[in-house]
């Protein structure tokens, strides 16, 4: 059978599906979940960073499920706040862990657990819904050193004083950078390697928030014993909020998908295309005055009744437009309760150093920072200029997109890239799009395949992937591997 568009790579993944909760907690990358993952833990991963700051004990070499990797899970005190502390998940890589990049990765949400992305998308195992384990073939620590962070405060196994919140990329930057200077406290070997921030959904505003951070920081004039050093080279979005302005302009383009899947009659889809300009024209009063009010409040939810409500009618998933879902019975689509069942066992819980006293379950996505940061007006703001500094400096970027995910589709994501203003920009929308080819790199000469779509110019590129929904590490695991992969070693795609 000819290879199009709808061929998958590899088999797809199953989905299942579960209530779980309300629309608004949805939009978190980690609602969309197929199968949950964990790990098979028997001994403790590594002790954490008290307190005090003081450096814990070296990682240890576990032989659990998850193959032989060295990892470390705990908590990291930002000096920047009075008590916050920030849950993190590291495994070194597979491969040369003396040589190869250290990576951050931040789920979106606002106010989503990025154990949710290492345990189904891209960390070293999988985790069933019989609670069994599962080796990751394709985890992105087969070639780089590996962050999962849980930020902001509240979020995941982070915690700090219910006063303390956090509300915009502002927090988001400096929260991220203090956390790394204490991740290089505790691992000086760290320190000028190589270093990429990555993320996904409302990684859209987060990665490019805590980059440019740590960018504008790497240019201060600052001696040896006051901050580490982060060897940024730079950063990667997949299905992300970046560009609002941009992109709820695409949002109805999804009605006429390459899936042949009806989403809208036409009177909807003419609705919707007049319903964008009223959203697009909300966020732009949001972008210029924050504090006016309810505006920022109105064009979040104008954005959610008026471009993805609709869609809903169809029962078709909004995170995957492939997959079924009736939303009467199942607002999520997705069933994460083994995820959490597994996170907050007992066993789990003291192998990766939870504080019990002060954590009593794990926060998939907490409502309370999706709250603050829409009211406070983050969701409606782009952070598109920040990427276009960084572009401008040398740094790397990869935006990519899953072609079957509504949310952040990859129409808007395409469009933006396309509209941003750097000095690049004459010769990426110049730039001929060609096929993204590639290999399944655990299997023995295996066929090559076109796994989607790629325009790129010099340090900027932006990837179409087939057959893929908003996570597409966990939809194309082999595509998203390679393409991660020379994306840090800086090679041709």
Known sequence: MPRTEQTPLIATNSHASGTKRAFLAKFAVGVAIIAAAAWLLRTPAGSTVGGDGAVAAPLKREPFFCGIAKNDAGYIPLKNKEADYYFHWFFESRNDPKTDPLVLWLTGGPGSSSLIAMLTENGPCTVLPDLSTKFNNYSWTNEANVIWLDQPTGVGFSYGPPEDEDYNETNVGENVFYFLQGFLKKFPEYENRDFFVTGESYGGHYVPAAAHYIWEQSKLNKSEDETLKLNLKGLSIGNGLTNPLIQYKYNVDMADNSYNITLLDDDQKEQMKLDSVECIELTAECQKSPENGTICTDAQMCWQEKLIAPFQAANRNNYDIRLPCDYAKNE??????????????????????????????????????????????????????YVADMLNDGLRVLIYAGDADYMCNWQGNRAWTLDLDWKGKAGYNAAVERPFTTHDPMVADSPAVDAGVLRSFENFAFLRVYNAGHMVPMDQ?????????????????
């Open 477 to 493: 695991p082999a595509v998203s591997l390679e393409m991660i992969n020379k994306f840090f070693k800086g090679q041709e795609y």
């Open 332 to 385: 999520s689509c997705y069933d994460m309760t083994y995820v959490k069942e597994y996170l907050d066992s007992p066993k789990v819980r003291r192998y990766i150093n939870v504080d019990f006293d002060r954590v009593t379950s794990w926060v998939e996505s907490s409502s309370e920072v999706y709250k603050t940061f829409t009211t406070d007006g983050d969701w409606s703001m782009g952070f598109h200029t």
